[in-house]
């Protein structure tokens, strides 16, 4: 097996996988799989110029959106540096074109982390990236489709290695473009299933990712608040 060190998976993944099966208690029962979709088509009149950081940080959801039961978590430090892939020569192509330590490479983000109390310890994540249409669409389904390409892989951070199955999910219709995975993430002995939707409406791509359950409880609301600020 090959072995690369690489942060293509800045977009979260890798340390939600290390923050939930090596740091945590909880682990996601084991979701079934369906498919994926990216569909091209709605608005080409969307504006090429990037929003703001500022602008986009308007859009997040906060804890007044999402209800009772939720806390907002401290973002973590990115160990991209420290983050090999193992077994997955689609990730390794893609880890100098990704950015390093920040997410995906695009020209604004900005981001939100919250854990959900309410019947068990679990977490949703909601990021925000402004760029020109195309190359929002270009960036994430490189990322998606290298991900995917790749049934099973493995990364390990530091001392602790997490195996990572990928499945494709159903993406919702809506927005311009979709995108939606499932992972499986096992390690220590524990086990955790992390949904990620990724939606494009013109210039701004919401990602979700998170417990299936509340991933899909909140992307209508969060798409919503992306084009509607309040």
Not at 12 to 26: E, I, N, P, S
Not at 78 to 84: E, G, K, Q, Y
Not at 135 to 141: A, Q
């Amino acid at each position: 097996m090959r072995r690369s060190t690489t942060t293509v998976l800045g977009l979260g993944a890798v340390f939600t996988a290390l923050a939930l099966t090596g740091c945590a208690g909880h682990a996601e029962p084991a979701a079934t799989s369906a498919s994926a979709s990216a569909h091209r088509g709605g608005s080409t009149a969307a504006a090429s110029v990037p929003l703001s950081s500022a602008q986009l940080d308007q859009r997040l959801l906060n804890i007044g959106d999402l209800g009772e039961g939720y806390t907002r978590k401290p973002e973590a430090p990115r160990r991209n540096d420290d983050v090999t892939v193992i077994g997955c020569p689609a990730l390794e192509k893609l880890g100098s074109s990704a950015a390093t330590g920040s997410g995906l490479d695009f020209a604004r983000k900005a981001k939100a982390s919250f854990a959900y109390s309410g019947s068990s310890s679990s977490e949703v994540s909601e990021e925000l990236y402004s760029d020109s249409p195309a190359k929002l669409s270009t960036g994430i389904s490189k990322v998606f489709d290298a991900m995917l390409s790749c049934p099973s892989y493995q990364v390990a951070s530091g001392s602790t290695a997490v195996d990572i199955d990928t499945a494709k999910s159903a993406a919702p219709d809506l927005g311009d473009e979709q995108w939606s995975q499932l992972l499986t993430f096992s390690a220590g002995g524990q086990r955790s299933v992390v949904k990620q939707t990724a939606i494009r409406t013109g210039n701004i791509l919401l990602l979700v990712s998170g417990s299936p359950g509340l991933v899909d409880a909140h992307l209508d609301e969060a798409l919503t608040k992306v084009r509607t600020p309040r």
